[in-house]
């Protein structure tokens, strides 16, 4: 929440003038939730893109030294007490998956408040267009690597899964592509075939050269919009369960799934090496990106959740946007 605070400081003194006479206000993320303090008449709708909670307990489970998961699972049981206060003060709340939804209802005091909504994430299909999977043993990993659970999959797949690949397959390149990385996922490059590409302007171009698409997350909540954008650009995807969370994809039909280092290295190699499995996956997860991710009838059902809050029973084709 502390990383939040200046853009709470910078918003807090626009607020009154920008909210009085709106149909809805809408809060992105956990972290702006207190703005609610500065509420003036009209419905608050709050979208937790992930849980803190979910996410903090998460971290709990692989860190190495005692005191830091003592820490991290006291952060757990704080944020999981600040979301249910941010729901139950919300007119209405969005999640990305039903695991999210499930979670917030578990520790919820007041059972009559309403459930949290269900949007999920997309990807622009239109922008990702896939390309016949290239035979060279290239692998990507995409994703802001400022970000915990990015720098922890990174680091977690780059030193335990990656030696496991190259012991098989001692050719095998990485390329680890994303925002803002930290100096430890900046030493990945050091380790033989890795590299680390930071702020690249778009990201097609390291799905269109690699082989196979991994989410290596051993951290998360809501959902992994990488893991969209490599089934949208006809990528094979290996991740871990929690990589994969709240989309709904059947392993061996879509996805590959492991958990465990030799069973996500196991994968990542049998992609590498099998042509037909590759381009099987690659195609059912591009039709599974079109027919259940495209952004438009998603964020079209999204709009049409903020008019009814607005504007309940309304007729949206009369409503003014």
Same mark, same amino acid.
Request: aromatic fraction near 4%; proline fraction near 8%.
């Given at each position: 929440?502390?990383?939040?605070?200046?853009?709470?400081?910078?918003?807090?003194?626009?607020?009154?003038? &920008?909210?009085?006479?709106?149909?809805?206000?809408?809060?992105?993320?956990?972290?702006?939730?207190?703005?609610? #303090?500065?509420?003036? $008449?009209?419905? =608050?709708?709050?979208?937790?893109?992930?849980? %803190?909670?979910?996410?903090?307990?998460?971290?709990?489970? &692989?860190?190495?030294?005692?005191?830091? !998961? =003592?820490?991290?699972?006291?952060?757990?049981? +704080?944020?999981?007490?600040?979301?249910?206060?941010? &729901?139950?003060?919300?007119?209405?709340?969005?999640?990305?998956?039903?695991?999210?939804?499930?979670?917030?209802?578990?520790?919820?005091?007041?059972?009559?408040?309403?459930? %949290?909504?269900?949007?999920?994430? #997309?990807?622009?299909?239109? !922008?990702?267009?896939?390309? @016949?999977?290239?035979?060279?043993?290239?692998?990507?990993?995409?994703?802001?690597?400022?970000?915990?659970?990015?720098?922890?999959?990174?680091? =977690?797949?780059?030193?335990?899964?990656?030696?496991?690949?190259?012991? /098989?397959? @001692?050719? &095998?390149?990485?390329?680890?592509?994303?925002?803002?990385?930290?100096?430890?996922?900046?030493?990945?490059?050091?380790?033989?075939?890795? $590299?680390?590409?930071?702020?690249?302007?778009?990201?097609?171009?390291?799905?269109?050269? *690699?082989?196979?698409?991994?989410?290596?997350? !051993?951290?998360?909540? #809501?959902?992994?919009?990488?893991?969209?954008?490599?089934?949208?650009?006809?990528?094979?995807?290996? *991740?871990?369960?929690?990589?994969? /969370?709240?989309?709904?994809?059947?392993?061996?039909?879509?996805? +590959?799934?492991?958990?465990?280092?030799?069973?996500?290295?196991?994968?990542?190699?049998?992609?590498?090496?099998?042509?037909?499995?590759?381009?099987?996956?690659?195609?059912?997860? !591009?039709?599974?990106?079109?027919?259940?991710?495209?952004?438009?009838?998603?964020?079209?059902?999204?709009?049409?959740?903020?008019?009814?809050?607005?504007?309940?029973?309304?007729?949206?084709?009369?409503?003014?946007?």
């Amino acid at each position: 929440m502390r990383a939040f605070a200046p853009y709470r400081q910078a918003l807090l003194p626009q607020l009154t003038r &920008v909210t009085e006479g709106s149909d809805v206000v809408l809060v992105e993320y956990a972290g702006l939730a207190p703005l609610l #303090g500065a509420r003036g $008449s009209g419905p =608050w709708l709050l979208t937790l893109h992930n849980l %803190p909670s979910r996410m903090a307990a998460q971290r709990a489970a &692989v860190l190495p030294h005692r005191r830091q !998961r =003592w820490l991290s699972r006291r952060d757990a049981h +704080l944020a999981a007490e600040f979301e249910r206060d941010a &729901v139950a003060d919300f007119d209405a709340t969005v999640v990305c998956t039903a695991a999210d939804a499930a979670a917030l209802a578990s520790g919820r005091h007041d059972d009559a408040a309403a459930a %949290p909504l269900v949007v999920p994430n #997309g990807v622009d299909v239109g !922008r990702f267009q896939p390309t @016949p999977v290239p035979a060279a043993p290239r692998v990507v990993f995409t994703g802001a690597l400022d970000t915990t659970p990015n720098a922890d999959g990174a680091l =977690w797949f780059c030193q335990s899964v990656l030696p496991l690949v190259r012991a /098989e397959l @001692p050719g &095998v390149q990485v390329d680890l592509v994303g925002a803002r990385p930290g100096t430890d996922v900046l030493a990945l490059g050091a380790l033989p075939g890795v $590299s680390v590409h930071p702020d690249v302007a778009t990201v097609e171009p390291f799905l269109a050269a *690699g082989r196979v698409a991994v989410v290596p997350m !051993r951290i998360g909540s #809501g959902s992994r919009l990488k893991a969209l954008e490599a089934l949208a650009a006809g990528r094979p995807v290996v *991740g871990t369960s929690i990589g994969l /969370e709240g989309l709904d994809l059947r392993p061996g039909h879509e996805v +590959l799934v492991a958990d465990q280092q030799a069973d996500f290295a196991a994968a990542v190699v049998r992609l590498l090496g099998d042509d037909a499995l590759a381009a099987r996956l690659a195609s059912a997860g !591009r039709s599974v990106a079109c027919a259940r991710f495209d952004w438009t009838p998603i964020a079209t059902a999204f709009a049409q959740s903020v008019i009814d809050l607005a504007h309940p029973g309304a007729d949206p084709s009369r409503v003014r946007a």
